[in-house]
């Protein structure tokens, strides 16, 4: 898979990042936070965590890779991985689908929700006023 593009990456069957197991979100998470990585990285900052073999994480990268979610290139005798999509890319997609199922596709009734119910401080309330305003300024352009 190293040798694929980001266009075919893209058009790979993904399976969801929800639907992995603790370990492999945990590992992408780690892929995120230093922007590539081997699996020893990897394992050096999940093993503190919990108690895990080198081959349990490498076997979890090279499942994430077989699913679309890392890609790995070679430097000698070392994998690198990177992952092929940014945190906000996978989160986009997370919410979208929530949405989804929990809204009929309908955004406005979760923010409504989040609004009506939720405890928003001054704060955020201003934060979504100018997510609102940017968003009325780029469909004016």
């Known amino acids: 898979m190293s040798g694929l593009t980001k266009r ?4 790979m069957s993904r399976k969801p990042l929800d ?7 945990a590992v992408i998470e780690v892929v995120w936070e230093l922007g590539e990585a081997t699996v020893r990285q990897v ?10 073999a080198y081959t349990t994480v490498l076997t979890a ?5 077989k699913n679309g979610w890392l890609r790995h290139r070679v430097d000698g005798r070392k994998h690198i991985y ?4 940014t945190r906000e ?3 986009a997609g997370s919410v979208r689908k929530f949405v989804q ?10 923010f409504r929700q ?3 119910e939720g405890e928003l401080s001054d704060k955020e309330l201003r934060e979504l006023q100018k997510l609102i305003n940017q968003k009325r300024k780029e469909r004016e352009k």
């Open 114 to 116: 989040l609004v009506e």
């Open 61 to 65: 990268m090279q499942r994430l890779e």
């Open 82 to 85: 990177l992952p092929t999509r």
């Open 101 to 110: 199922r929990m809204f009929d596709g309908n955004a406005l009734l979760l």
């Open 8 to 11: 075919e990456v893209g058009t």
């Open 89 to 91: 890319q996978a989160g």
């Open 19 to 25: 639907h992995f197991g603790q370990l492999q979100r």
């Open 43 to 52: 394992w050096k900052r999940l093993c503190h965590k919990k108690d895990l």
